[in-house]
């Protein structure tokens, strides 16, 4: 199968797990989104602040338009926490050739509770499903929170480092 079904131009691919629905992002999504990312905190490892409304809109236009490039399939999902009907944080892959680079956060309400775990593995099992051979993620060296849910998600340090980050990998079946 090809990667490009995750293309996110079309509908979209919902994933599930036990409590959480992985949907695919939307321009819609901003409003709901500010209020989970906004938390200065988030940005600590990840770079950045927060953004309002208009900039989250703005930038989720961008990304859900799609990777200039058409050999990079830019994939972007909201993670929804069935319990309490919302949306609590974000996966993402870019996808080039059979290699995914993936990224997640959750919003600090949601923290602690399993949903960074839940989400990763699956979107590293939806990803396998469709051809992707390797992921990979980059994490800060002392983010222990996001390199317990590479380990949860199945990646594994490599002992390289990309702009401070250690670069984490798993090489998936199939």
């Known amino acids: 199968m090809s990667v490009t079904m995750f293309d996110n131009s079309g509908p979209g691919k919902v994933f599930s797990g036990a409590r959480i629905d992985l949907e695919p992002l939307r321009v819609e999504h901003a409003e709901e989104m500010a209020g989970v990312l906004g938390d200065p905190a988030l940005h600590r490892f990840i770079g950045g602040a927060p953004e309002d409304v208009e900039h989250l809109r703005a930038r989720y236009a ?3 338009a799609g990777s200039p490039d058409p050999a990079v399939h830019w994939l972007n999902w909201v993670i929804r926490l069935r ?3 919302r949306s609590v944080g974000t996966v993402q892959a870019t996808v080039e050739g059979g290699t ?3 990224a997640w956060v959750v919003g600090t309400p949601w923290q602690g509770r399993g949903i960074a775990v839940e989400a990763a593995r699956v979107l590293v099992a939806g990803l396998a499903a469709y051809g992707v051979r390797s ?3 980059h994490i800060h060296p ?3 929170a996001s390199a317990a849910v590479a380990r949860a998600a199945g990646l594994a340090p490599t002992g390289e480092r990309q702009d401070g980050e250690v670069r984490w990998r798993a090489e998936l079946g199939g």
Do not use: S
Request: charged share 35%; proline share 0%; aromatic share 0%.
């Open 135 to 137: 992921v990979v993620a």
């Open 83 to 85: 319990e309490e009907h």
């Open 100 to 102: 995914a680079e993936i």
């Open 142 to 144: 002392d983010h222990t």
């Open 62 to 64: 961008r990304m859900t």
